[in-house]
């Protein structure tokens, strides 16, 4: 006679997770949006709030490298100093959302996590692609009539 499978106790939802936290507005759609959609682990996303990353707008103008400088950081701490373990997709989705919400931010646009979540490996993209465009050294004005010099400046 076959076997019933075994039973496998419910798994805490990010909702619950969220509602023992404590999060509510902007808080829970963060933890939300990490937790329920990119797979972060509870840890993870309480590490972040401790590192004071707790809402949408806490990721605004969060550099490209400074996402993964953080986020390595912690990666590299023991446990019980606060430490968690973060991969490379982890850090590549966060410096996503971190683009997206700076980009939206700048633009004067809400935070549509519909658009993101439908696109989120593209951000990942644009944000790669927005951190390798580096500082152009802004060309001088050339002098006035100086016909050398105004091919270099008006490229």
């Not at 805490?12 to 999060?23: F, I, K, V, Y």
């Not at 969060?62 to 968690?84: A, C, I, M, P």
């Not at 973060?86 to 700076?102: E, H, M, N, P, Y």
Request: with cysteine.
């Amino acid at each position: 006679m076959p076997r019933a499978p075994p039973v496998i106790p419910n798994q805490p939802t990010w909702e619950t997770e969220a509602d023992q936290l404590g999060l509510h507005g902007e808080h829970r759609r963060l933890y939300k949006l990490l937790r329920d959609f990119h797979g972060f682990k509870k840890e993870q996303c309480v590490t972040l709030r401790d590192q004071g990353y707790m809402t949408l707008s806490d990721l605004v103008d969060w550099e490209y490298k400074d996402v993964r400088s953080l986020l390595e950081n912690l990666s590299n701490r023991l446990t019980s100093r606060g430490g968690q373990q973060f991969g490379d997709r982890r850090i590549k989705q966060l410096q996503a959302l971190s683009w997206f919400v700076t980009d939206r931010d700048r633009r004067g646009l809400t935070y549509d996590l519909e658009l993101y979540q439908a696109e989120a490996n593209t951000y990942i993209k644009f944000a790669k692609i927005d951190s390798q465009i580096g500082k152009d050294d802004a060309a001088d004005k050339p002098e006035k009539f100086k016909y050398a010099n105004w091919n270099k400046w008006e490229e």
